[in-house]
């Protein structure tokens, strides 16, 4: 497991994980803006699937950015979240912003910033 993690703190990976953070921000941005009723039905809480995806993108955004980042990969992907409720308000397609998909971000994003934080710390005491 930790040889795991320390190639998960690899350089190249660390670009890779960057490249594949604007990838999945894109997706995001899409799943959030087109209207609900058009949205494949998978069975998971909407919270939940906030929460997923932030974990996601926010884990991706600090294993890119490096572990002294950390807060900023976070504070950059809680923002992104934001902007996107408001912007499903402004988007005209029947989505309403709400503060509670807004908290599930958070929690999504704080996680995967965590998650990353570890893998970061155990592959520099390689």
């Not at 890779?16 to 799943?31: D, H, K």
């Not at 949205?39 to 926010?58: G, R």
Request: hydrophobic share 55%; aromatic share 4%.
């Amino acid at each position: 497991m930790k040889q795991l993690l320390s190639f998960l703190a690899a350089p190249i990976v660390r670009r890779i994980a960057g490249i594949t953070s604007l990838l999945v921000a894109v997706a995001i941005a899409i799943l959030s803006l087109v209207p609900g009723r058009t949205l494949p039905d998978v069975h998971l809480s909407d919270k939940a699937e906030h929460a997923i995806a932030y974990m996601v993108l926010s884990g991706l955004i600090c294993l890119w950015l490096g572990r002294e980042r950390i807060m900023r990969g976070t504070i950059l992907a809680v923002g992104y979240g934001a902007v996107l409720e408001i912007a499903q308000a402004l988007a005209g397609t029947g989505r309403t912003p709400s503060l509670l998909d807004g908290a599930a971000n958070l929690l999504g994003a704080c996680i995967g910033a965590g998650l990353a934080w570890v893998t970061l710390a155990i592959g520099r005491a390689r």
